[in-house]
């Protein structure tokens, strides 16, 4: 496979987060919607957005979607270098909280659907500094 036809496949991969994100937002009641710009849209305003790494025949993949995040951090940059957007967030959206926890459960079943595999949200303290890091 040539590097191109590599490259193409990874971006139609990642096409398929980005609709099942959009299943998580009308599961939510938003109405969302892909555009020309990567990520997942409420109007103008970037709700979702997905990044793809390739590196030495690796891919490796990541979904940040915008629970309750401060939107404020995001008036010092310019949110995926696209100018004249806006990003938002489930919370904002709704105008109530709406906590990681209560966004991954909906986001595992959308992705479950689509890959057919069974995806579990069990004993993860989102509370820790560095879940991530620490053992």
């Not at 949110?79 to 919370?91: A, D, R, Y």
């Not at 909906?106 to 820790?128: G, M, T, V, Y």
């Amino acid at each position: 496979m040539t590097a191109l036809k590599a490259a193409v496949s990874v971006v139609n991969l990642g096409r398929i987060p980005y609709g099942r994100a959009l299943e998580v937002q009308q599961r939510f009641g938003i109405k969302a919607s892909t555009s020309p710009d990567t990520g997942v849209w409420v109007g103008d305003n970037k709700i979702c957005a997905i990044g793809i790494n390739c590196r030495m025949y690796v891919t490796s993949h990541g979904l940040a979607l915008n629970c309750n995040t401060d939107m404020r951090w995001f008036e010092n940059i310019v949110p995926c270098g696209i100018h004249g957007k806006g990003v938002t967030s489930l919370s904002q959206e709704l105008q109530r909280e709406v906590p990681v926890t209560e966004a991954v459960p909906p986001l595992l079943e959308a992705f479950a659907e689509q890959f057919n595999c069974r995806l579990s949200f069990e004993d993860l303290d989102i509370n820790k500094e560095n879940p991530i890091t620490e053992k």
